[in-house]
């Protein structure tokens, strides 16, 4: 199948209450997962880290862009730089591991150095026969597009890709009230999953597992209690409203962030940032994971834990609850997406119909891979539009939402 062509995408394509999951190949083929590498990692805004990973000057993140290996630091003022990880004399991998470099980044071959701005400082020996045909303004660091929000970093491998700002979307607006920008990292888990990465962001992304994959889960965020969270942006999500606290009061123990407004008071927002964000936001806690794809069957998952500055100090102890629920639920999910990796690869049936209730961010998350893999650059990507607020309670069979988030408010007062 030629996944480059518009022809390959129909049934995606196609309205939700007619449309069909992805075809097999989409997780388990190599030259699927060559083309997606092109395509969308190495075109789209990528997550590479969290922001207080490279709080400082000097501190340097190896991280992997699509096949490309890339820098990300900042320079002596504090502004964030990214650069492709490779020394502009022949080519060496200028670091292999995140690491501290005061203010040279330094070739491990021949000792060219290089500012944390990217511009060539030093060329030891070099100039012992001179060239008339060399400038060392030319020979900087090959630059990457880098941008920060909230506390997530992103990089970007494509000067043609429209800014962050409007990959986004309304998602900065929409949760604005978290001041996420000051939230910090607590804890952190990396594990590697035999599942591909949709797999995986897809199951974050419907709720029509919930009883059964996570009968605990479903106590603190239920069933009953899912809505739409869904602007304009490159992005889908979910709402739980409220989160409940009758059965377990793991979501609830922590320190609350300041001057929250009624809906995000009582609300988990749920977001999966296309294409390898996964976001969970309570009002005193966020549970982030970042997806690599390794393989065509294999995802790198970086788990962080964040809280709110604003609450001060909070021992680990009072944290082990919390962060102990996630990596349950985190391994229930593990463990059915992997069955669903192996049945994918073993059985390779055609793909069935997506249920409308449950499933409509998959559709919408689908059609933003499909524009991906058939736009050879993405200058001209149309950013999804935000939910039809007519066609809520059809599609999602949940009614309306009691505490409606203020941006969602907002909007349906200016449209009445």
């Known amino acids: 199948m030629e996944w480059g062509d518009e022809a390959a995408w129909e049934a995606t394509r196609r309205p939700l209450r007619e449309a069909h999951g992805l075809h097999p190949e989409a997780y388990t083929s190599e030259q699927f997962f060559d083309l997606e590498r092109r395509r969308v990692f190495e075109q789209a805004w990528v997550c590479v880290a969290i922001a207080d990973e490279v709080a400082g000057s000097g501190r340097m993140l190896v991280r992997k862009v699509g096949s490309r290996s890339v820098l990300i630091t900042r320079n002596q003022g504090g502004e964030l730089r990214g650069f492709i990880n490779a020394c502009r004399h022949r080519g060496t991998e200028l670091a292999d591991a995140d690491c501290d470099v ?8 021949h000792r060219w150095g290089y500012s944390l701005d990217g511009a060539l400082t030093s060329t030891p020996f070099f100039d012992e026969v001179p060239r008339d045909d060399v400038d060392r303004a030319d020979l900087g660091l090959v630059t990457v597009r880098v941008d920060v929000w909230g506390p997530l970093v992103f990089a970007c491998l494509s000067d043609s890709t429209p800014p962050l700002s409007d990959w986004l979307g309304d998602l900065p607006e929409r949760m604005a009230g978290y001041g996420l920008d000051t939230w910090v990292s607590r804890h952190e888990r990396q594990l590697d999953i035999e599942a591909n990465w949709k797999l995986i962001s897809e199951n974050y992304q419907e709720y029509y597992h919930l009883t ?27 709402t739980t409203t409220p989160v ?81 629920f996630w990596f349950d639920v985190n391994a ?68 309306t939402n009691p505490t409606p988030p203020t941006i969602d408010r907002r909007q349906a007062a200016d449209t009445a």
């Open 212 to 238: 059964w994959v996570h009968p605990e889960l479903a106590k603190v965020s239920r069933v009953a209690d899912h809505y739409r969270y869904q602007g304009a942006g490159m992005y889908c999500g979910q």
């Open 244 to 324: 409940s606290g009758d059965q377990r009061d793991d979501w609830l123990a922590l320190p609350q962030a300041p001057d929250l407004d009624a809906s995000d008071a009582v609300s988990g927002r749920f977001v999966a940032i296309f294409p390898n964000v996964l976001l969970s936001v309570l009002p005193n806690h966020i549970w982030m994971m970042r997806l690599d794809p390794i393989a065509p069957g294999i995802t790198r998952e970086t788990c962080t834990m964040l809280l709110p500055d604003a609450t001060g100090a909070v021992t680990d102890d009072a944290i082990a609850p919390t962060r102990d």
């Open 102 to 109: 005061a203010g040279t980044i330094r070739c491990p071959y």
């Open 332 to 399: 229930e999910d593990i463990d059915i997406v992997e069955r669903g990796q192996r049945g994918l690869t073993r059985g390779a049936v055609p793909p069935g119909p997506l249920a409308p209730r449950f499933e409509e961010p998959l559709h919408r998350f689908h059609n933003m891979l499909a524009d991906c893999m058939t736009c050879v650059g993405l200058d001209s990507i149309t950013v999804p539009s935000g939910d039809d607020p007519s066609d809520v309670a059809a599609q999602w069979g949940a009614g």
